[in-house]
């Protein structure tokens, strides 16, 4: 009988054996990402949940205890998910802030905007000081040439904590990053035929997209952080939609479209399919960035080519 379990053991798999590390994740492009670097040796936890807003999410108990118990949390920063960085504070775990990662290419949110959120924070409450409007634009997973950096920060960060399994990391992040180069190149191809085109979003959650891809993104409904915009911000862009300035607006799934909507009436802008910037509404999983990458060149695609 001793021998007969010895044996079992000995032919179990490697990742059975070891100590893998808990990792926590924010939101589902991080959690695809990282996913995919850590293959079949473990599941990472993802925080935000269907169909949530990632700038303004409640923390559930069993989700606040996954942070406590978390060996590393891999997200994009306090700009993004003040609630994450609040949750932080008495965390142990290790930390990769991707946005603050030396070799991610970060920009600014567009032109003019922080004018109009600096205007609105003049009347914000302090529980609406909690999240950044100006400055560095978080969405930053939006552009793939992040994607494919943070898929080798992954595997270091998770090789520091495991050793042990270190190869298999690097092996997968360097899958991963193969993965999204080819992702890059379809999307960089379909996306060719509307560079022209003006539309405007719900948020200002695609710079890097149209940026990355040299796409018409002039305008956006709300602001950074998907907070309602002020009466001078709702004057500007009707009269930009009447004017005929844009070729679509496109709504978000997690937002109410009413507002935008409403705005359009009496103009020639088309209404397209609501965008998801961060996938809240997508199966979530290893393939989550992509499909969340692909979704937004789609529905762009289907309205601006029309």
């Not at 936890?45 to 923390?59: N, P, S, V, Y």
């Not at 305008?219 to 009269?239: H, I, M, V």
């Not at 609501?274 to 509404?281: K, N, R």
Request: charged content about 20%; aromatic content about 6%.
């Amino acid at each position: 009988m001793r021998y007969i379990i010895s044996l079992a053991l000995a032919t179990l798999p490697t990742a059975a054996l070891a100590e893998v590390p808990n990792v926590v994740t924010d939101i589902p492009p991080v959690h695809a990402l990282v996913a995919q670097v850590m293959g079949n040796l473990g599941t990472p936890i993802l925080l935000l949940e269907k169909g949530a807003d990632e700038h303004d999410f409640q923390l559930r108990p069993s989700q606040m205890q996954s942070i406590a118990d978390a060996d590393t949390v891999i997200w994009i920063g306090p700009e993004l998910t003040p609630w994450l960085d609040r949750a932080m504070t008495d965390s142990k775990a290790v930390s990769l802030v991707l946005l603050d990662a030396k070799d991610t290419e970060t920009q600014a949110y567009p032109e003019g905007q922080g004018e109009e959120e600096e205007a609105h924070d003049e009347a914000a409450t302090d529980t609406e000081h909690d999240h950044a409007h100006d400055g560095t634009d978080p969405h930053a997973w939006m552009n793939p040439v992040n994607a494919a950096i943070w898929a080798d920060l992954i595997a270091a960060d998770l090789s520091a904590l495991d050793p042990e399994h270190a190869p298999t990391y690097a092996a997968n992040a360097a899958a991963t990053k193969a993965r999204i180069q080819a992702m890059d190149a379809e999307i960089t191809a379909q996306l060719s035929a509307i560079k022209d085109k003006p539309f405007v979003t719900f948020h200002a959650a695609y710079g890097y997209f149209a940026a990355h891809y040299g796409l018409a993104h002039h305008g956006s409904l709300a602001l950074g952080d998907a907070t309602t915009p002020g009466a001078a911000k709702l004057t500007e862009l009707q009269a930009e939609l009447k004017s005929g300035a844009y070729s679509c607006a496109f709504p978000e799934v997690q937002h109410d479209p009413a507002m935008l909507t409403q705005l359009m009436q009496g103009t020639a802008t088309k209404l397209g399919a609501a965008l998801d910037p961060v996938g809240s509404s997508l199966p979530f999983g290893p393939d989550a960035y992509d499909n969340l990458m692909r979704s937004i060149a789609n529905t762009l695609t289907d309205c601006l080519n029309g």
